[in-house]
């Protein structure tokens, strides 16, 4: 960051905190995504502002290196008592919290004291990745899903209990929560969020909401928004939103799926071409890149060993590395939309959970993209029906450590991420995978669905 760039900062930062200060914002949280998938936060008075765009905020690089139960590990470039940050704010971002009033938000980037990208931050490495797609004349569109899962009363209690008893993808469920739900679409309207569904889902007490496609940064800002939005119209409604990849480890979890699309102008290159279901070329080659980088990407996207309790058979939850056209089952569902809708086409990969971080997930994905494109290749057929009972399908790594070891063995995310970054996820990772060696599904859990 050039210290003209940081003036500019600092004069727009003063007119939106007089913006903000006259409509009752007292203070801005900035936040960020650390590698176990945990957003933390420092906050300023609003009157703060232009100061934290011109010099931004100090902070520890030691949280790339936290687990998901705030202890820490170390890795060969992250750890230790040492060193700040600067983190700072998006300002293209900022937005007042509808449902926190007097408080508004925005995603930072992380740079050192002398104004340098710093290698381990997250979601300048989305940005840096999205900058290559452009490079080579691909505009990458993404959306996350949002699933998770409400609960009454005390919420480590086990088996938990729902707020609401209505089956899967019941009206009733939605007539049970019909305030909180309202509550929810009208906050995320006044943030100016774009919802596209919102939906009870398979589990009990669980609900999803999708958005609109973005472009990749944006879209993991928005996936961070619409959480801290669901939890804060939980709190006022009294219930425990739990983000976990598992509430219940017998049941089906909470995904977060990531739909994408690649764009050239405005030619969507998942329609319209020569290849499978009408895909170009281009598109499969993406596509066959992020299809045979799945068992590598799952440390990414399925970053937690209650991951892999989600992440099962016959549970919609993307668990055989194949692809298909509208398979739920396959870890890339194809998407060609109806025909009068050339923008709908688009895939979208399955096997992610919430606990991934959502700046890591866009980077990486991309970069495996590309490396598709890179080496030329196409997809294998589609597979339709059940993988699990065709029984001919490779299953993708059942445990964090098998996803760990594809993810060190991957040159094209080694590369991408660069060895700080690359290093400090395989180190949380692996203090992860020791940290509930012993413990059972159930302990694992309990532990997790309620930290992310
Ligand atoms: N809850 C399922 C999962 O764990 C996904 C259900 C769906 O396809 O929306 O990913
Ligand atoms: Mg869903």
Redesign the pocket.
Known sequence: MGTGDREQAYARARQEAERLTANGIQGIALTWVDNAGLTRVKSVPTARLPQAARRGVGMSPVFDVYLVDDSMTTSRHVGGPDGDLRLLPDLERLTPLAAQPGWAWAPVDRYDQEGRAHPVCQRLFARRMAERARERGLAVRMGF?T?WVVTTGDPDQDPPHYPTTGPAYGMARLVDLADYLADLLGTLDAQHTEVHQLHP???PG?F?VSLAPTDPVAAADLAVLVRETIRACSGRAGLNPMFG?VVDPGG??????LHLSLWQGDRNLCRDGDGPHAMTATAEAFLAGVLRELPALLAIGAPSPASYL??EPS????AYQCWGLEN?EAAVRFITGAPDDPGAANAEI??F?PAANPYLVAGAVIAAGLGGLDAGLSLPPPVSGDPAVEGRERRLPTSLLTALEHFEDSTVLREALGDPLFESIAAVRRAEAALFEKSSPREIAIATRRRY
């Open positions: 899903e699933e889902e398979y589990s669980q999803e990849p089906v979890g909470n995904g977060a799926h989600r992440l549970r919609w939850a993307g739920r399955k096997s959970d």
